[in-house]
C-alpha cells in the first residue's frame, strides 16, 4: 500500500498555515513533531468533560480519569511490547526518566569507586549529564564510546568489562540520525552482570521498537516527538528492577502507608509517579499511538528512509553542503545535520525562516557530538510521516539561497 502523505497532511492543522508570507515547510520534528487533529480533539475533550484528579476519587469525574489516565498507559506499554502496562511510568519527558533511572538505579546498585558507566560520544546531554552527576555523588569512573568519521559508533572492545555496572547509549542519534546496533551492546553488558539503558527518544517515533526485541533494561523516550504534547515522557523498565529501586520523588500516590515513623511505598509504576500527573497529556499521547498504530510503524518508517534517501541526494548536490552522519540511509534515521561552507548555521537558520523553512540551528543539546566532528553548531533538517519531497526542494532551495546572500 502506498503511504498517502497528502492524507496524513490533511490531520495537522499547522501544515496549512504560511511563515513569513511563505508556506509553513516544517523540518524540526526531531525537536518537536506536530500533532494531528485527533490528539489535539481528545485533549480539549477530556478537558471539557471528563477533568478530574486520577487514583484519589471515587466520583464520576474522578473514575472516569482514571480510567483515560491507565487506558493511555495501557497503549504505550503495547506499542513498545511492554510485558505489563505496570512497566510504563509516565513521566514529564525523556530527561527525567533518564534522570529517575540514573537517581535510583544507582542508588539500588550501591554504586562506588572502582564501578563504571558507559556511554557514548554521540548522546544528548540527557543521557550524559545525569550519569556524570552520578559519578561524583559515588565516585564512580564515566567511560564512553567513540564516534566514527561517518557517525557510526565506535565499538571498542573492553571498554565494557567486570568493572561496569551501567550502560547508558542512544538508539537513535538526534543529531546525526545514526540508528545503533545495540544488540552487541547489550549481549556484551549483559555477560558482566551490567544493566543497559537506551535513549529512544528519536526511535519510538520513527520505528518500529519492541522492547522484548532490543533486551534493554530499560528505555526512555517523549510524547512531544510522536504526535503527542509535550510535558509528557515514558520509562519502560523491566518490572523486577523497577520493584527493586528507591523512588526518585515521593509525595502523594507513591506510598503505600505512611506513619510518623517511616513510609512504605507503592509498587511500580506508582512508586515513580509522585503527585497528580501530566493527565491529559496522557490522553493526548494515547490517542497519538492509535494514530501511529492505524498508519503503521513500518510504513511510517519506510516513508522516512524514502525521503531521507531523497534529501541526502538533493543536499549533497548543493555546492558546498557537508553532511554530517550517515551517507547514506541505511542505519540512519530522517535527522540531517548539515553545515555551510563560509556561514554560521544561525545565519542559515535565520534565511530558512524568512523562506518559512523551519530547521533547528545549535549544537542540539549534544556538544560533544559537534566537537567530534569539528564544529560548534550544525543546521539539523528533521523529517516525519507528514515530510513531503516538495519540501526538501524548498529547503535546497533556501540553501541556494543562502549562498547567494554570503557568496
Known sequence: MTFDVVRVRADFPILSREVNGHPLVYLDSANTSQKPAQVIKAMRLHNERHNGNVSRSVHTLGTEATSAYEDARGKVAAFVGAATPDEIVFTKNSTEAINLVAHSLGQHLALKPGDEIVISEMEHHSNIVPWQLLCERTGATLRWFGVTDEGRLLFEEGLINERTKIVSVVHMSNVLGTINDVSQIVEQAHSFGALVMLDCSQSVPHLPVDVQALGADFIAFTGHKMLGPTGI????????????????????????????????????????????????????????????????????????????????????DVPGVRIFGPATPEGRGGTLS??????????????????????????????????????????????????????????ARGLDHVKKVFG
Open 338 to 395: 548539515f553545515g555551510v561552507d563560509g556561514v554560521h548555521p544561525h545565519d542559515v537558520g535565520q534565511i530558512l525562516d524568512a523562506l518559512g523553512v523551519e530547521v533547528r540551528v545549535g549544537h542540539h543539546c549534544a556538544k560533544p557530538t559537534c566537537a567530534r566532528f569539528g564544529v560548534p553548531a550544525m543546521t539539523r533538517a528533521s523529517f516525519y510521516l507528514y515530510t513531503t519531497t516538495d519540501e526538501i526542494d524548498a529547503l
Open 233 to 316: 515522557g515514558v520509562l519502560w523498565g523491566r518490572y523486577d528492577l523497577l520493584a527493586a529501586m528507591p523512588p526518585f520523588l515521593a509525595g502523594g500516590s507513591m506510598i503505600e502507608t505512611v506513619t510518623m515513623g517511616g513510609t512504605t511505598y507503592a509498587p511500580p509504576p506508582a512508586r515513580f509517579e509522585a503527585g497528580t500527573p501530566p493527565i491529559a497529556e496522557a490522553v493526548g499521547l494515547g490517542v497519538a499511538v492509535d494514530y501511529l498504530n492505524e498508519l503503521g510503524m513500518e510504513a511510517i518508517h519506510q516513508h522516512e528512509q524514502d525521503i531521507t534517501a531523497y534529501a541526502l541526494k538533493t543536499l549533497s
